[in-house]
């Protein structure tokens, strides 16, 4: 067969993705990706400190996103994407839609945010009520827990892992436990449950977890990428996921029915102040 005649590979449109120093799940980010879609991903510079409400905010400041994306710009991605959780809720919804502009400055392209494609997809789900898993300390979820709610959606549970480092090596047990303490089994509190940290392993427990809790599961490399690709007027792929597919929905808990409150709790949990922060677990 004469190779000539196959006249090249098809042509493909780009995500441009800008990602954590320590970010180690690409693979799982291709999961999501649909064929005539390629990833470009470049990472921020290093820097010597752990997980923590300082680190979201080196990794996150604007020259440094600037600098990434025109790194990005010789193979002129169509949109631009923060794959980073706690780096893009840091500075609160003003922070995060700041963030954007400086990447689309930066790269004359879209760009967003895992944190603004997580309020993007739970405006999609109709969420008005979510549940919280994170491998963060309490400060970090903390944070994470006044972003969500300041873009008026009510937190109903919250498990934390504790961790400073190695979030990617988490496994999907441990994950799965988390969620379970997060949603706590009181059915119908929550619309939706939340995986954050685009470094937390999620792609293969969504299905699960949602055929268990019978509502919505999104992650942070879920939302990224099925926002991202949104941008491109195509879809994410993946098997039975609520947010990608609109079959998967059903059997979910009903938006409007009323939450479960426990004695004594007058509204979403309340994360207690933490004067140190290694490697402790929880729920609240």
């Not at 961790?163 to 999907?172: A, F, G, P, Q, S």
């Not at 997060?182 to 939706?192: I, K």
């Not at 991202?228 to 990608?244: D, H, M, S």
Request: aromatic share 6%; proline share 7%.
């Amino acid at each position: 067969m004469d190779v000539s005649l196959l006249g090249g590979p098809s042509p493909q449109r780009g995500v441009g993705v800008v990602a954590p120093f320590d970010f180690a799940l690409d693979r799982e980010l291709w999961r999501w990706i649909p064929d005539g879609v390629s990833l470009h991903l470049t990472r921020t510079p290093y820097v010597p400190v752990e997980v923590s409400l300082d680190l979201a905010r080196l990794v996150s400041e604007h020259e440094t996103l600037g600098e990434a994306v025109r790194t990005l710009t010789a193979v002129a991605p169509e949109v631009v994407a923060y794959a980073c959780a706690s780096g893009s809720f840091v500075g609160g919804i003003v922070g995060e839609r700041a963030m954007c502009e400086a990447m689309s400055r930066a790269g004359a392209v879209p760009a967003i945010t895992t944190s603004g494609a997580l309020l993007e997809a739970l405006v999609e789900l109709d969420v008005r009520r979510v549940a919280l898993v994170t491998p963060y300390t309490v400060s970090v979820t903390r944070a994470l827990e006044h972003y969500v709610a300041r873009a008026g959606v009510a937190v109903t549970g919250c498990a934390y892992m504790g961790l400073t480092r190695h979030i990617w090596k988490v496994t999907y047990r441990e994950v799965v436990d988390m969620a379970r303490q997060a949603v706590h089994g009181r059915t119908g509190a929550s619309d939706a449950l939340f995986l954050s940290c685009t470094n937390l392993p999620t792609y293969d427990v969504i299905p699960q977890l949602e055929a268990e809790l019978r509502i919505p599961v999104i992650s942070a490399n879920q939302v990224t990428m099925w926002a991202a690709l949104r941008r491109l007027g195509t879809r994410a792929v993946g098997p039975y996921q609520a947010l990608i597919d609109a079959s998967a929905r059903s059997g979910t808990v009903p938006p409007g029915q009323a939450p479960t409150v426990l004695p004594g709790q007058t509204s979403g949990p309340v994360l207690p102040d933490a004067p140190g922060e290694k490697q402790q677990e929880g729920w609240t």
